[in-house]
């Protein structure tokens, strides 16, 4: 393969990918090739009707075939008119249906990826290519392409009867065609990469603006709105520098090929106006020879136009498709084992070290070994860093670890299908995730399909119940995006009603470090002391009353396990827990930090 050909095959193999999308509508491809060529025909038929209409009708005086050639021009372009219609409603519900599925397959592949990719991949990033890059494809999907093939099928159609009318007044015509093409080529690599460079600047500032939205009031509170609203600037007009090189340069192609084509034209009509004073050439062979060379000029023209957004599109298509080619670094064992149902699991790490993929050359666990006994209750401390949080991630295997394994009930958690293994945990994490939907639908994330009793039930048991009565709207009341609208006590107990309706065999709790009211604060305390009867739970705790409640203690430090026992062992032991805990010694016991250093 020659160069050349390497690099079209490069620079199409995105396009290429979106096929199997399109064919899964094969009845509305096939519709709109239909309709397309149906619509091309009757197009291509026009200049012969008119040579007739001026050779048979007007140059003989019959009033007959004057009045046979208006009915076929009529007819012409009324079927012109409906397969042109036909052709523009199968293509644009075409797109709209291959851009759904591909949005849903780029979803749906999101939903795979471990969390190590969200780590170095920004999450409006993401959106952009969903939203910005996703509309590029379905403007070509269902307008470009359908343009370019009429428009080969036009150039073609007319330049095989420019031919057959007249060989040599083609060649003035026709041999302008590499001085159109070449160039074409040449800008078409250009014009897309400088269209990638502009949705990856796009991109940028879609990102940059969903954190800033998502963060406003820190913005508006540290005054940062004019520096925010430069950086969003920036970004912008990078993309639309970018954007506007890439428009000059199609739009100075357009103007030379219809300068060169219509130049080629006028000089026929000046070849062709001799041959017919001379009696070579009849009128309607003239005016068929011209309207032929008109379309086969517009058809050249309108490819030179499509041709950037094709490429376009193809700089987009790859976008999309880098998320697709993503590999899944967590998935399934090829032969996964039957977890093992149990009202408590037991827990075990062996061995494990562990780094993000983020920080290869900072390691966050090492050589890290404990166990859990069904239905224990263990508190994790630690200084911060210690990797306490790490302990979640890997047993929820949102990562694997480098070395050692961890078990579940006894079972290597590496051979146990991924759903199974994540049913049999409940989550509380510290920063309670509320999504912007009714608070029933949020609880009932826990369990999908739970009833509404069953919601209830579980908002009784974490203390919630009281406080969703006295809304608006009740277990239906919309709460914004991430809660906003609900008390931080009221997020966390929600996301406690969320665990219990799960009603699985682990928690995993992360206590909060904020400091609530004390009401608010007695509430969560109730709530989780239901939640943790009968679990094996392990909880990242902050508050010394919680670690004086649990079974163990471990204790973390530089991501070894340094100590573990019960607390009033670990304070006479004197050692870093006595430490942590000496700075709660003549203080309340709530809502004091323990990962003090």
């Known amino acids: 393969m020659t160069e050349s050909n390497s690099q079209s095959r490069v620079r199409f193999q995105p396009l290429r990918r979106l096929a199997p999308f399109a064919w ?23 200049p012969i009707l008119v040579r007739g209409f001026v050779d048979r009708g007007i140059s003989e005086n019959n009033i007959a075939d004057v009045n046979h050639y208006t009915a076929l021009l009529v007819l012409a372009v009324v079927v012109l008119a409906l397969m042109s219609a036909s052709r523009y409603y199968f293509v644009i519900i075409l797109g709209e249906r291959v851009v759904n599925d591909l949005r849903t397959a780029v979803f749906a592949k999101l939903t795979l990826l471990s969390p190590a990719f969200y780590d170095r991949v920004r999450s409006g990033e993401i959106v952009s290519r969903l939203t910005a890059d996703a509309t590029q494809i379905r403007s070509a999907v269902g307008a470009s392409a359908s343009m370019a093939l009429r428009n080969f099928l036009l150039f073609a159609g007319a330049a095989v009867m ?24 040449l800008l078409g690599r250009w014009v897309r990469r400088r269209q990638r460079f502009a949705q990856d600047r796009l991109a940028d500032s879609s990102a940059f603006a969903t954190e800033a939205i998502g963060s406003m009031r820190i913005l508006q509170s540290f005054t940062q709105e004019e520096r925010a609203k430069s950086v969003f600037s920036s970004n912008i007009e990078a993309a639309f520098g970018a954007a506007r090189a890439s428009v000059r340069a199609r739009a100075v192609l357009t103007a030379f090929a219809f300068f060169v084509i219509f130049t080629s034209i006028v000089a026929v009509l000046w ?3 001799h041959d017919v004073t001379a009696g070579r050439l009849s009128a309607g062979a003239l005016s068929q020879f011209v309207i032929y060379s008109t379309m086969a000029a517009a058809g050249l023209g309108g490819m030179s136009e499509v041709w950037g957004e094709i490429s376009q599109a193809s700089g987009s298509a790859e976008r999309l498709f880098e998320l697709l080619d993503e590999p899944v670094l967590v998935k399934n064992a090829q032969v996964v084992s039957p977890l093992v149902t149990a009202s408590n699991l037991s827990v075990a790490f062996e061995g494990v070290d562990f780094h993000y993929p983020s920080s290869e050359e900072r390691t966050v666990l090492s050589a890290l070994s404990f166990a859990i006994a069904g239905g224990e209750t263990v508190a994790i401390v630690g200084p911060s860093g210690a990797g306490k949080t790490t302990v ?20 290597p958690i590496g051979g146990l299908d991924l759903n199974a293994l994540r049913s049999a945990i409940a989550l509380v994490p510290q920063e309670p995730v509320i999504f912007a939907m009714s608070i029933a639908d949020n609880i009932a994330m826990g369990r999908e399909g739970a009833e509404r009793e069953a919601i209830i039930e579980a908002a009784r048991a974490a203390h919630a119940h009281d406080f969703i009565a006295q809304l608006p709207e009740g277990y239906d009341t ?41 009401e608010s604060e007695r509430y969560v305390q109730l709530a989780l002391a239901d939640l943790m009867k009968g679990r094996t739970t392990i909880v990242i705790a902050h508050r010394l009353a919680t670690v004086k409640k649990a079974d163990r203690i471990l204790v973390l430090e530089g991501g070894a396990l340094v100590e573990q026992g019960t607390h009033d062992s670990l304070v006479t032991a004197g050692g870093l827990y006595a430490r942590l805990a000496q700075l709660q010694f003549g203080m309340d016991d709530l809502g004091h930090d323990l990962d003090a250093p």
């Not at 420019?162 to 080529?185: D, E, N």
């Not at 979640?392 to 079972?411: A, N, S």
């Not at 995006?481 to 008390?487: A, H, I, M, P």
């Open 24 to 46: 899964k509508y094969k009845g509305l491809v096939l519709a709109a090739l239909a309709s397309l060529v149906v619509a091309s025909l009757a197009t291509l038929s026009l």
């Open 162 to 185: 420019m031919v057959v009318t007249s060989p040599r007044m083609s060649l003035l015509v026709l041999g302008a065609i590499p001085f159109i093409v070449i160039p074409l080529v």
């Open 271 to 273: 070849y062709a106006a």
């Open 392 to 411: 979640f991630q890997l047993l929820m295997r949102f990562y694997d670890p480098e070395r050692g394994r961890i078990l579940l009930g006894g079972q």
């Open 478 to 518: 919309m709460v914004g995006e991430r809660g906003v609208t609900l008390s931080g006590g009221q997020r966390q107990r929600l996301a406690i009603a969320r665990a219990i309706l799960k009603d699985a065999p682990i928690l995993l709790l992360d206590e909060a470090t904020s400091a609530l009211d004390a």
